[in-house]
């Protein structure tokens, strides 16, 4: 008898792996699907969710506004910063005003980190520099190829010690202008074309996934803090377990409210920017 696959695609930051960790490693009943996964940097993620290819993917929220028409976003498996999110450095202090028409390296043109700031300072000149390796933004910055840089995932907890110093904390900055609201970073999405029964089938075992990594935390951190390949991260237990404190808790295992209203402040911010596509809106899956 075959089995239908199901294929997940999702990035090799530690909030994306620790939700999917359970069921990959047969933790929670799979209900008779096979998940296969593969990892790629944000950015690469991004650009494959507009061409097809994964059931499930993770993108930036910014990004999911551009492929809504194939995919729903599932309600959860978001990363979302309250009152937190990525962080904007440069080598000395500066002010955010300082930085506008200059060169900004930024995770990808697609991201929602790039997004916000834009939306926040208006026109720079953005320099893509991939997240991979860690050291390459500070690279970029030291390098006088960049003025300022956007770091997420585990690269905006150790900005200090590469010599850098916090511009503004776009997380923060976005709740101050939204009068608190949460910033929806990043999510899930899934192919319209699996059917209501297989989405909803799919999003019901992915949620299970998550609870469970959540419900045994200690033991998903070991193990991913020993397959751990990004040596240079310099990713330990204290790093780790601060960094899913953030990324991966209980607005990871269902988006609420505030989180909700807070996708449509963001679609509607970067419509009247001109980022984002008129009409794009979240649609939840079950």
Request: glycine share 8%; aromatic share 6%; with cysteine.
């Amino acid at each position: 008898m075959t089995t239908r696959t199901i294929k997940l695609a999702f990035s090799p930051d530690s909030d994306d792996i620790f939700m999917f960790w359970p069921l990959l490693n047969g933790k929670v009943d799979s209900e008779g699907l096979t998940f296969t996964a593969e990892r790629a940097d944000t950015e690469t993620l991004n650009e494959r969710a507009e061409h097809g290819g994964a059931d499930v993917i993770a993108v930036s929220v910014a990004q999911y506004a551009r492929v809504a028409k194939e995919h729903l976003l599932l309600p959860h498996g978001m990363s979302v910063g309250r009152g937190y999110g990525p962080v904007l450095v440069s080598l000395g202090q500066r002010s955010l005003e300082s930085l506008k028409g200059k060169r900004i390296g930024v995770p990808g043109l697609r991201t929602t980190a790039y997004m916000v700031l834009r939306v926040l300072l208006g026109e720079f000149e953005p320099v893509v520099v991939p997240i991979a390796p860690y050291s390459r933004s500070f690279e970029a910055l030291k390098n006088g190829e960049v003025e300022a840089a956007l770091l997420i995932h585990e690269g905006r907890l150790f900005y200090e010690r590469e010599g850098t110093q916090k511009v503004i904390d776009i997380g923060e900055e976005w709740s101050r202008v939204t009068s608190g609201l949460p910033l929806p970073l990043g999510g899930n999405a899934i192919r319209r074309a699996l059917g209501p029964e297989l989405v909803e089938q799919v999003s019901r075992i992915c949620r299970t996934s998550i609870r469970w990594a959540l419900e045994h935390k200690d033991e998903v951190a070991k193990a991913l803090l020993a397959a751990e390949t990004r040596s240079d991260v310099g990713l330990d237990a204290a790093s780790l377990d601060r960094y899913l404190e953030m990324y991966a808790n209980a607005d990871t295992l269902d988006a609420p409210e505030d989180v909700r209203r807070a996708l449509d402040e963001l679609f509607t911010r970067g419509r009247a920017a001109g980022l984002l596509p008129d009409g794009a809106r979240a649609e939840l899956a079950p």
